[in-house]
Nanobody, 128 residues
Framework: QVLLVESGGGSVQAGGSLRLSCVAS????????MGWFRQVPGKTREGLAA????????YYANSVKGRFTISQDNAKNTLNLQMNSLKPEDTAMYYC?????????????????????WGQGTLVTISS
């Protein structure tokens, strides 16, 4: 079983940046795919970015392409999400997750069967 703990959320003005981190512990051996998704209360989960851990290949939703960058630090078992040029519509709870595949994740809503595990989330608030 894998445990995921996100951090780095906060409140910034539009145009600002934040860097989210997710530390994975436990059995991470089967987690070849990891990603970030977000959710606003009452709305569906939106898959934002994913990475194939062995090959470091990354995938992005159109809504964040060019603004967000997903990266991994294998030595620290950490997944990061660098978020630049933030907009008020980026306000949401952000979660990292281990995935069964990328197909079915980079979409809104995410296919529930794609998610293996996810953390408790970190809140991002962007003011205009």
């Amino acid at each position: 079983q894998v445990l995921l703990v996100e951090s780095g959320g906060g409140s910034v003005q539009a145009g600002g940046s934040l860097r989210l981190s997710c530390v994975a512990s436990g059995d991470t051996s089967s987690s070849d795919y990891m990603g970030w998704f977000r959710q606003v209360p009452g709305k569906t989960r939106e898959g934002l970015a994913a990475i194939y851990i062995p090959g470091r290949t990354s995938y992005y939703a159109n809504s964040v392409k060019g603004r967000f960058t997903i990266s991994q630090d294998n030595a620290k078992n950490t997944l990061n999400l660098q978020m630049n040029s933030l907009k008020p519509e980026d306000t949401a709870m952000y979660y990292c997750a281990t995935l069964r595949a990328v197909v079915g994740f980079i979409r809104n809503p995410i296919l529930p069967s794609i998610l293996r595990a996810w953390g408790q989330g970190t809140l991002v608030t962007i003011s205009s």
